[in-house]
């Protein structure tokens, strides 16, 4: 079951508050959530899941290594790829 809300309008506002004249919706639905969360793993993890299941010679990349300054992405991405925004791997089965 999703948690997510969702504002909506609707008909009558009577007032000049930015948000009268909306109101909240519980997402509830089981099978087909609009909104949903994301479930990542974590990029140590995500590497021991690939070779556990079968993959060998798991290769992984980061990339997007934030808030450092665009020049200095590159090194670090490489030193630390642990703390990148976003991850690449290449497994073979």
Same mark, same amino acid.
Do not use: N, P, R, V
């Given at each position: 079951m999703g948690l997510t809300y969702v504002l909506a309008p609707f008909? *009558?506002?009577s007032s000049n508050h930015p948000?009268?004249?909306w109101y909240l919706i519980l997402d509830t639905e089981s099978?087909?959530?609009v909104h949903r969360h994301l479930v990542v793993f974590?990029?140590?993890v995500l590497k021991k899941y690939l070779q556990m299941i *079968?993959?060998?010679k798991v290769q992984g990349y980061g990339f997007g290594l934030y808030p450092l300054p665009n020049i200095f992405q590159p090194i670090?991405?490489?030193i630390d790829p642990y703390h990148c925004?976003?991850?690449v791997f290449?497994?073979?089965k």
């Open positions: 008909e *009558g506002a948000l009268c004249g099978d087909t959530q974590s990029y140590l *079968g993959f060998s670090f991405e490489k925004h976003q991850m290449i497994a073979y």
